[in-house]
């Protein structure tokens, strides 16, 4: 033996030696390995720090149920991975991992202390002492606790891995790539249906590939899956969750057991299958036994012990201690002796167990010691030996080994199981729940349903022992540090369900979801309180079955793929000018054109002069178009807006004030009406999925009689809105088929015709005060038409101006944006629009509303301007503003700022406001208290230009 | 490690200019490239046969299914994707919607033995059964689309302007991820 | 990801697809200023809140576009059945 490698056997690949490194030091391992197995063929035991104590610990298990050693796989910068199970990192060639939670070596931690004054930490510890002073919590108590609790670092630097993601269908999907798993795929295949079978180790087997004896079944096995053409393998996948009507989440593993140098593609796909039919081949996990000292390095299951062995060709020690109680650990026990691992004993608290294995166990010359069980492990770092004695209480003996192989019986996984909502029912043969009645089209097959032949045993609470369970270090959660005088406690303060035990002792609550404590700790409850398990419950095991990567989860929606950024056609030509961009729920609008490094206030006062003195282009693709078609289109829309729509003629428009039904402002925008029985809407840029969903809903659902149908053009048009004294001298050119003429096309008409060439609804409309057209092209013309557009304009100095300027020159004039004005809880009147509502329509969505009396009673908020006292004071948005600054606080607040700008056309800045009574409270002066200062304005009017609305007809 | 460039296309780009992509999905070859120009038109009416003599063309009477360019999506929306350059009456006075969409989509094809994969990326639906003839609104991860199957491993694949860079590039990044790879 | 059955497309389909809209089978009423405040309000804001059975609204947005209803269990998440908007609930529906 040279280290702790058996000279023969396992399933390692004995050619190809794998080099890597662990805390720093070099090892050797072989392909085929796991990080556990070379780091135990290495001779390492000590592979981490508890998370309460920081109590040394070494492997429990050697798969997805290892609480204890977790490690950081480090693939470079930004390439660092915390919590993964030792067990489960596939070697390769320079594989670099790290252990975690210890300060500052593995072998000497400081907070090892907590260990010893371990009395300081009982059941419910942090419930009861990290409660007050209230503020130490964030001060004080959290960060240490994070410092010394903690689990591995997160990683800080940018992810530069890629995801990838898949939807998948099939009619049998099997979870479980054990002989059961195997042969149900098998079995699925002959179906002709599609299959598929998952399996989240590096080769398919489970638990036959630690035994000998079955490979050759499994050789079999998978070369008939091999030719079923309609079964698909994903190996290294973990199927973390089952949601409804059978679709599971999995993660498949793609280039973590690889070199980094080389991997290539993605990382980790994630893999949403719904499947018709879903077989769970998951397997049992075996069950620690508890009793003193079973955390020491070298305590691990029996079944780790066989896979070392079995699999990966290594002893787990050179002396092994087998403490079962259940036959499994003689089977182990066996089969490790026969593949050259010393036993030193068997110990069993069972007096009688099967004659075979005792006979066999005689025969491979192991001491038996039935009846007994261990009562103390020596050792700190690594186990020295054990004591025992007979029923725990008799005389103790001691026996020299270094490692001790737990076989305290198996727990058949039911996790996906429960993900599922499938009921469980209580085995007394097993000690443990199996599956009971599926909800979804599900079965269970093999071990974890209880359908495996893994032997006979006893199940055990603690194991007895002379000293008080008060006075043993025997743990119940290793990964929580959770023993079993924790659960004593818990019971002893009155908790009852185990829900409350959970959750005041944590066992179960880390990582690894109690894989291996849960049952033992029902089992002392259950003990404790003298009643049946099946009495106390069960909790709930919830995705994911093991941790995974946030990567993973995303997908592909990663980078510049992370959500659809939005762009209008004349996108490109806006990046190309230098405009800065903001996002307009899902769009990317222009905000302002900076020249020459202005800041955004110069941009915007030069931009928006631009606009009253000349004329300026506003790209307004991104608003809501709906095309209303039908018959009775005028109908319906007077049914949706406030304002009458059926004397509309054919070539105007109108603004259109959108309630919802309990009367509060949810949207609004000017309408065209192509035709009789045709209109043009246009909503906000936010509102445009919002309001065609409740239009549709209003159609579909309350007046589905009549004759008109919704479509969606947001998309078909460009928009482009031309504002400013020199807006006809700028398009007169461009335009045929329509006469500009003031007289011909005023104020709120809209025609069609061309522009440059190309088919255009023209639309005068104006959210400026200006004369204005906005100019509708199909929007794979809008790029051609801007252009035309910008080079007529030229002569008249036309300025390309963004949703800064736009903003500030629709406030300058008192305009509302809905959703920034407005927060949905103001009505027409509350914002001055009453005129947009006709006082003689008997009904539209929100009317009734309004007339509830709390709708016009007095104190509303109204829709108003301010001033500041210091004309250059520029107010923040969403201030809070009051009627008396020395009022006690909290002061009673009557209102708060909407909108304020510097306003080049005011020459000062102008602020919008919603106050209580505002429209009364004209003329006062209300208060804006800031930090450190109080700020006074001048309630006004909300208009600060123009108020006559003259050059709106020029 | 491939990187994604950002976004700096605009959909008309998309629709005017770009270059098929091949590659592989789940080992399979698969070629997108936008789609050739063509108008489309949003139909509606509460009566199919108003709607059919107001444009003069048959229409399928199966929610999913296509009749020569012309899908039904629901029971009363029948979606067209015509030669360039068609023209269907208005249905002016008639109670049925007739409205030119051409602008607001842009078209790509799907096509080759992995289409089926590269679309099940992101689009949830069960697209081994859905055969050529077929045509449904679905959706590719957050993204609305509508996929029609043309041909035997061969997909039209429409979406609103603004999404189909985004829905491009998750396509081709598809394609380009797991070249190489399965 | 639950599937759910739409009755127009008469398929199951992908609960991405689909928006949900609330309690079923609340009719605004046809005269609205025939309503006292107490009535309106109920009609405007008062909801079942069952533990189990539950008919409400869902859309099939992203496919045929309708409305329809269905009763679903609010325990479970099941579906028990959908049937299209303006239709009678089943037997026993839940209000």
């Known amino acids: 033996m040279s280290g702790y490698r058996l000279a023969r056997g396992g399933r390692i690949d004995r050619n190809r030696p794998v080099a890597f490194r662990f805390d720093g030091r070099d090892y050797s391992g072989f392909a085929g390995d796991t990080l556990a197995s070379a780091l135990v063929a290495g001779g390492v035991t000590l592979l981490g720090r508890s998370f309460k104590y920081h109590r040394p610990r070494g492997l429990l298990g050697m798969g997805a149920e290892e609480p204890n050693a977790l490690v950081t796989v480090d693939r470079g910068p930004a390439r660092i991975t915390p919590n993964l199970r030792a067990t489960q990192v596939a070697l390769h060639d320079g594989l670099v991992a790290s252990s975690q939670n210890r300060w500052p070596s593995l072998k000497f931690d400081v907070v090892a202390l907590n260990d010893v004054f371990g009395a300081l930490f009982p059941a419910g510890f942090y419930n009861k002492t990290f409660m007050w002073p209230r503020a130490a919590w964030e001060a004080l108590y959290e960060p240490v606790i994070r410092r010394l609790a903690g689990l591995g670092e997160s990683p800080v630097a940018r992810d530069p891995d890629h995801y990838d993601a898949t939807y998948a269908h099939c009619e049998v999907l099997v979870i479980g790539g054990g002989i059961a798993g195997i042969e149900a795929a098998l079995d699925a295949a002959q179906t002709g249906g599609r299959v598929i079978l998952i399996d989240d180790q590096d080769d398919l087997g489970g638990g036959a590939l630690s035994d000998a004896a079955l490979w050759p079944l499994l050789t079999d096995l998978k070369a008939r899956l091999a030719g079923c053409a309609n079964v698909t393998v994903l190996g290294r996948t973990t199927a973390f969750g089952y949601y409804h009507q059978n679709f599971i989440g999995a993660v498949e593993s793609l280039t973590d057991h690889l070199a980094p140098a080389e991997a290539t593609g993605p990382r980790e796909r994630l893999w949403r299958i719904r499947a018709g039919e879903v077989v769970l081949a998951q397997g049992a996990i075996e069950r620690p036994l508890v009793f003193d000292g079973n955390d020491v390095p070298g305590v691990m299951l029996a079944s780790a012990g066989r896979t070392l062995a079995l699999r990966h060709g290594v002893a787990v020690g050179r002396a092994v201690v087998v403490m079962a109680a259940h036959d499994s650990g003689w089977r182990d026990a066996l089969a490790m002796a026969e593949a050259g691992v010393t036993i030193a004993a068997i110990i069993d608290i069972r007096d009688v167990v099967p004659g075979d294995l005792a006979e066999a166990a005689r025969a491979a010359g192991i001491a038996v010691h039935t009846g007994c069980a261990i009562t103390h492990v020596s050792g700190r770092h690594a186990v020295k030996g054990v004591t025992f004695a007979a029923a725990g209480t008799g005389p103790e003996r001691h026996i020299a080994c270094d490692a001790v192989l737990m076989a305290g019986g198996w727990t058949p996984s039911v996790h996906l199981w429960s993900h599922g909502k499938g009921s469980l029912a209580w085995s007394e043969a097993w000690g443990a729940y199996l599956p009971g009645t599926a909800i979804e089209n599900c079965r269970a097959v093999g071990a974890c349903a209880g359908a495996w032949s893994l032997g006979s045993g006893v199940i055990t609470a603690v194991l007895p022992n002379r000293k008080p369970v008060r006075a043993q270090k025997a743990f119940v959660d290793f990964q929580n540090d959770v023993k079993a005088r924790d659960i004593h406690l818990a019971v002893q303060e009155g908790m009852r369900s185990i829900e409350h035990i959970k959750r005041y002792t944590t066992n179960g609550m880390a990582t690894d979801q109690g894989k291996t404590s849960n049952l033992n700790g029902l089992q002392i409850a259950s003990t404790v309180l003298g009643r049946p398990v099946a009495d106390i419950g069960l909790t709930t095991f919830r995705p994911p079955y093991t941790p995974q990567t946030f990567g993973a989860l995303m997908g592909h929606h990663k980078d510049a793929l992370f959500q659809p950024v939005r762009k209008s056609v004349i996108d490109d030509w806006a990046t190309a000018q230098g405009a800065v961009f903001e996002n307009v729920s899902n769009w990317r609008r222009a905000r302002y054109f900076p020249r020459g490094g202005e800041t955004m206030e110069a941009a915007v006062l030069r931009e928006c002069a631009a606009v009253r003195n000349a004329v300026g282009m506003f790209d307004a693709s991104t608003l809501g178009k709906i095309e209303v078609v039908g018959p009775d289109a005028a109908e319906f829309l007077n049914r949706m807006y406030t304002n009458p729509w059926k004397g509309l003629q054919p070539g105007r428009c109108r603004y259109g004030l959108l309630l919802r039904e309990d009367g509060f402002i949810m949207d609004d925008g000017v309408s065209a009406r192509i035709a009789d029985d045709r209109f043009h809407l246009t909503t906000t840029t936010g509102g445009a999925a919002r309001v065609l969903g409740m239009m549709e809903d209003y159609l579909q659902t309350e007046w589905s009689d009549l004759d008109v149908w919704l479509t969606s053009t947001t998309e078909q048009w460009a928009v482009i809105a031309l504002q400013g004294p020199m807006a006809r001298a700028v398009i007169a050119p461009l335009v045929e088929g329509i006469d500009l003429d003031g007289a011909a096309f005023p104020h709120m008409a809209g025609r069609e015709g061309t522009i440059a060439g190309v088919p255009t609804r023209l639309f005068r409309v104006s959210f400026t005060g200006e004369l204005g057209f906005e100019i509708n092209v199909p929007a794979h013309e809008g790029r051609k038409v801007w252009d035309a557009v910008h080079a007529a304009g030229q002569a008249h100095g036309i300025t390309a101006y963004g949703t800064e300027t736009m903003h500030v020159l629709r406030a300058e004039k008192g305009f509302i944006i809905v959703g920034q004005d407005t927060d949905g809880t103001m009505t027409p009147a509350d914002m001055g629009l009453d005129w947009a509502v006709g006082k003689k329509k008997p009904d539209f969505v929100g009317k009734r509303s309004l007339a509830r009396p709390d709708m016009d009673a007095p104190g509303r908020k109204q829709f108003v301007g301010l001033l500041t006292e210091d004309a250059g004071e520029l107010l923040e948005e969403g201030a809070q503003v009051v009627a008396d600054p020395d009022a006690p606080i909290p002061m009673p607040m009557i209102g708060h700022v909407t909108s304020a700008y510097r306003s080049a056309a005011a020459g000062r800045t102008i602020a919008l406001a919603v106050i209580a009574d505002g429209r009364a409270r004209i003329g006062q002066t209300v208060f804006i208290p800031m930090p450190g200062r109080v700020i006074r304005a001048k309630v006004t009017a909300p208009m600060f230009y123009d108020p006559e609305g003259s050059r709106l007809n020029a | ?182 | 990801m639950i599937l759910i059955h739409c009755p127009y497309c008469e398929e199951d389909r992908p609960e991405v697809e689909f928006t949900y809209g609330g309690q079923a089978h609340i009719a605004r009423p046809l005269d609205p200023a025939a309503l006292d405040d107490a009535e309106w309000e109920s009609f405007l804001y008062i909801r079942s809140n069952p533990r189990g059975r539950h008919a409400e609204r869902w859309r099939h947005a992203h496919g045929c576009a309708r409305f329809f209803n269905a009763i679903r269990d609010t325990v479970t998440d099941r579906f028990e059945v959908t049937y299209k908007a303006g239709e009678q609930a089943p037997d026993g529906a839940a209000r």
């Open chain 2, 1 to 182: 490690m491939l990187e994604i460039a950002p976004l700096a296309v605009a959909g008309i780009d998309l629709a005017t200019g770009t270059a098929a992509v091949n590659g592989m999905v789940s080992g399979l070859p698969v070629c997108i490239a936008p789609a050739a120009p063509l108008t489309r038109w949003s139909l509606r009416a509460r009566d199919a046969g108003a709607l059919s003599a107001a444009i003069g063309r048959a229409l399928p009477d199966r929610i999913g299914v296509v009749i020569d360019g012309i899908a039904r999506l629901g029971p009363d929306e029948w979606y067209a994707l015509l030669p360039e350059g068609t023209v269907l009456p208005g249905g002016a006075g008639l109670p049925v919607s007739v409205v030119e969409v051409t602008a607001r989509a842009v078209g790509f094809t799907v096509e080759g033995a992995g289409a089926v994969a590269a679309l099940a990326r992101g689009c949830p639906l069960d697209l081994a059964g859905f055969a050529p003839g077929r045509a449904t609104r679905t959706v590719f991860e957050t993204v609305e689309v509508q996929i029609w199957a043309t041909a035997p491993e061969t997909y039209h694949v429409e979406v609103w302007r603004s999404f189909a860079p985004w829905l491009w590039h998750s396509l081709a990044a598809g394609l380009a991820l797991t070249a190489g790879l399965d």
